[in-house]
């Protein structure tokens, strides 16, 4: 299994960017696609964006589409989530998440489908 640290949240003002890093250790982070996910006060954990480990393949929940870009270096071993225009309603602990897989192109949107997990990073947006 790998090991997922986040960093990067913050306190920002509306109309404010920013961009959360997961950099993975252990096991080769190639075999595994890489999902964010969010988690406001008092609600669900809920999808963000996924990525294949290829790269080559995302997706994104409706709510952050055009606003929020997920990409990643295997090199590095990280996996981003730019995040523009940010609003009040994007507070919330972000998580990112690992899912092995063989499939290169493939990304996964079910939390159940991830097998490791972060232990999250604030993102607070101020109005």
């Known amino acids: 299994q790998v090991q997922l640290v986040e960093s990067g949240g913050g306190l920002v003002q509306a109309g404010d960017s920013l961009r959360l890093s997961c950099v993975a250790s252990?096991?080769?982070?190639?075999?595994?696609?890489m999902g964010w996910f969010r988690q406001a006060p008092g609600k669900e954990r809920t999808f963000v964006a996924a990525?294949?480990?290829?790269?080559?393949?995302?997706y994104y929940a409706d709510f952050v589409k055009g606003r929020f870009t997920i990409s990643r270096d295997n090199a590095e071993n990280t996996v981003y989530l730019r995040m523009n225009s940010l609003k009040p309603e994007d507070t919330a602990v972000y998580y990112c998440?690992?899912?092995?897989?063989?499939?290169?192109?493939?990304?996964?949107?079910?939390?159940?489908?991830?097998?490791?997990w972060g232990q999250g990073t604030q993102v607070t947006v101020s109005s």
């Open positions: 990525i294949s480990w290829s790269g080559g393949s995302t």
């Open positions: 998440a690992a899912a092995e897989t063989t499939y290169s192109g493939r990304y996964y949107v079910d939390q159940e489908e991830y097998d490791t």
């Open positions: 252990g096991r080769s982070f190639s075999s595994y696609a």
